[in-house]
């Protein structure tokens, strides 16, 4: 076994010199257009100018960070900047240190929100500021049925057969038919005890109304408040708790305004009735057709897409389906202008979901009891690698997406750089509520690293799973091949590198310390023997089923 330094980097010592050249000298050869291979010292001068892209706040350290290293005569990870005693951790009865209460939990799922968006939330920016940032936080897909699967029921897509938006291999009627929603962090949590609540988005192909009559509520869910295909934030349906209720299309009927207003109703009522809750406000914004609510629409004028290094570059080495793309028109860049300006636009109103949510949470006194947990189901991509508005690749445009935490013995500003995955978060709401989730899990209890506490467990590896989709024209998510629609495909998300194979045969390798836009693919100088362990890996990976043999498979 290899000691974790060396584990941590993506090649081995007798090689890593020559590859760490191959990879600076092939950024300058990744794009046909000249300006394209500045150094990276240039291009971060680049950014700072006026126009140009602004670094994400997350991508930034705010704090203290808990990390692999450096590490103690034990071997354990030391939290940069701050002291080795771990502020305190949840009660093994999921009290809250403070109160001796149980803790609430609210958690606020957006759609298709991407890295980029963040600088443009300001609530969520402060939530930073206030709380823990997971730095390499995954999704288990970049789509979001396959994704919202996994949080749900914390276990990959292969254990939940659900892979797709739609049959034959996902969409809600197969998660429905085999049974997935019987086990989830809802049942958990009401068995321990607690009011729980869906609001927003739930799953794909559910609708309020199927077959003639309001859609199923799933178990565990004490109150309900569910749209269908929503995309539009007006003229939609809204299953309130077996009863449909239509909106039209006022100002008032904006749909994320709608969910903010359900979600501060559940709130008053959980704290009349004494009672813990949890409650998932899942948003459609920013999905497309990106609708911003009407105060919005004339915010951000002249705001471009993010000018990255991959933005509209070919990159080196690229698998078939990426090399085919061809150079973005300056029609084409205009098009991604305005879908990113919209984006923009959209998050306004998550924003603005933040703060009455924060606010009611004073307004009810349980703010210093309560936990706010803010994510996304998957990223997404606009001009990277030539691709248009999409996602489904393993790039981390569409994978890496914020998990940021606040609430009772969270550090203030610290950031984790720890591996993390979607599957983790029905263990952590577990862990924080007290609950028991089961073994038959395949994720990882956060809630230490939440709290600043080092954890002397850690994974090598997160899987990312993805099965190219059948074209449906119902899909909200079906995407032109100039979007990118990249075969079945697996891989594994290191530390600092990526590996990808394809049911093509065909394979990919990026070190993201010195290739961090994931533009010059090195698997072909890989030693055998990296390649043999990666593949390996990944093999297990795909093959685990629970808590205990899916950990195990993440150490390499």
């Known amino acids: 076994m290899t000691d974790r330094k060396s584990r941590r980097s993506g090649y081995l010592p007798v090689v890593f010199v020559g590859l760490a050249f191959l990879t600076l000298i092939g950024a300058g050869l990744?794009?046909?257009?000249?300006?394209?291979?500045?150094?990276?010292?240039?291009?971060a001068?680049?950014?700072?100018?006026?126009?140009?892209?602004?670094?994400?706040?997350?991508?930034?350290?705010?704090?203290?960070?808990?990390?692999?290293?450096?590490?103690?005569a034990a071997g354990r990870p030391v939290t940069k900047g701050a002291s080795l005693t771990p502020t305190p951790t949840p009660s093994p009865t999921g009290s809250s240190p403070a109160t001796g209460e149980k803790p609430n939990i609210v958690f606020i799922l957006t759609d298709d929100l991407s890295m980029n968006l963040l600088q443009y939330i300001p609530r969520v920016q402060a939530?930073?500021?206030?709380?823990?940032?997971?730095?390499?936080?995954?999704?288990?897909?970049?789509?979001?049925?396959?994704?919202?699967?996994?949080?749900?029921?914390?276990?990959?897509?292969?254990?939940?057969?659900?892979?797709?938006?739609?049959?034959?291999?996902?969409?809600?009627?197969?998660?429905?038919?085999?049974?997935?929603?019987?086990?989830t962090f809802a049942t958990d949590l009401e068995a321990a005890g607690y009011r729980t609540a869906l609001m927003g988005k739930y799953l794909n192909e559910y609708y309020p109304k199927m077959a003639?009559?309001?859609?199923?509520?799933?178990?565990?869910?004490?109150?309900?408040?569910?749209?269908?295909?929503?995309?539009s934030e007006f003229n939609y349906k809204l299953n309130v708790n077996g009863k449909v209720r239509s909106y039209g299309d006022s100002a008032k009927d904006y749909m994320t305004d709608v969910l903010s207003k359900h979600g501060a109703a559940f709130i008053q009522r959980s704290v009349a009735l004494k009672k813990p809750f949890m409650l998932e406000l899942s948003t459609f914004a920013p999905h497309s057709p990106y609708i911003p609510a009407p105060r919005d629409h004339k915010k951000f004028p002249g705001l471009t897409a993010p000018r990255t290094p991959a933005f509209n570059s070919a990159g080196s080495n690229a698998p078939t389906w990426l090399a085919s793309q061809k150079p973005l028109s300056k029609k084409a860049m205009k098009v991604l202008d305005q879908k990113f300006r919209k984006r923009v636009q959209s998050v306004q109103a998550v924003d603005a979901m933040v703060a009455r949510i924060e606010a009611e949470l004073v307004a009810q006194g349980v703010a210093d009891n309560t936990y706010l947990i803010f994510s996304s189901d998957n990223g997404f991509h606009l001009?990277?690698?030539?691709?248009?508005?999409?996602?489904?690749?393993?790039?981390?445009?569409?994978?890496?997406?914020?998990?940021?935490?606040?609430?009772?013995?969270?550090?203030?500003?610290?950031?984790?750089?720890?591996?993390?995955?979607?599957?983790?978060?029905?263990?952590?709401?577990?862990?924080?509520?007290?609950?028991?989730?089961?073994?038959?899990?395949?994720?990882?209890?956060?809630?230490?690293?939440?709290?600043?506490?080092?954890?002397?467990?850690?994974?090598?590896?997160?899987?990312?799973?993805?099965?190219?989709?059948?074209?449906?024209?119902?899909?909200?998510?079906?995407?032109?091949?100039?979007?990118?629609?990249?075969?079945?495909?697996?891989?594994?998300?290191?530390?600092?590198?990526?590996?990808?194979?394809y049911i093509t045969g065909e394979r990919e390798y990026y070190n993201t310390t010195f290739d961090p836009d994931q533009l010059n693919n090195i698997e072909s100088w890989l030693p055998a023997e990296r390649l043999a362990q990666l593949h390996d890996t990944l093999s297990r990976m795909q093959d685990c089923a629970g808590v205990k043999s899916c950990w195990a498979a993440q150490q390499m």
């Open 30 to 43: 990744s794009t046909t257009d000249p300006a394209a291979s500045v150094s990276r010292a240039q291009a």
């Open 45 to 72: 001068s680049v950014s700072s100018t006026p126009g140009a892209a602004t670094p994400s706040a997350s991508a930034v350290p705010i704090g203290p960070t808990v990390s692999r290293w450096p590490v103690t």
């Open 127 to 183: 939530m930073q500021q206030n709380g823990t940032t997971f730095s390499q936080y995954y999704v288990t897909d970049s789509l979001c049925c396959p994704s919202r699967s996994s949080i749900f029921t914390g276990r990959y897509p292969h254990n939940t057969g659900v892979f797709t938006n739609h049959a034959p291999d996902g969409g809600y009627n197969l998660f429905h038919r085999t049974n997935g929603e019987a086990s």
């Open 212 to 231: 003639g009559k309001p859609g199923p509520v799933p178990p565990g869910w004490t109150e309900w408040a569910v749209g269908g295909s929503a995309y």
């Open 383 to 501: 001009g990277e690698h030539r691709l248009g508005a999409g996602k489904q690749t393993a790039f981390d445009t569409d994978v890496r997406v914020p998990l940021i935490v606040t609430g009772p013995g969270v550090p203030a500003g610290q950031t984790v750089d720890e591996l993390a995955e979607n599957i983790d978060l029905r263990p952590t709401f577990a862990a924080l509520a007290g609950a028991v989730a089961p073994p038959t899990i395949d994720g990882h209890d956060l809630s230490g690293l939440m709290h600043g506490s080092l954890d002397p467990e850690l994974r090598d590896a997160v899987l990312i799973e993805h099965h190219r989709s059948a074209a449906d024209p119902h899909d909200p998510d079906v995407q032109p091949v100039t979007s990118g629609d990249p075969p079945t495909y697996a891989a594994l998300r290191g530390p600092d590198w990526l590996y990808v194979e």
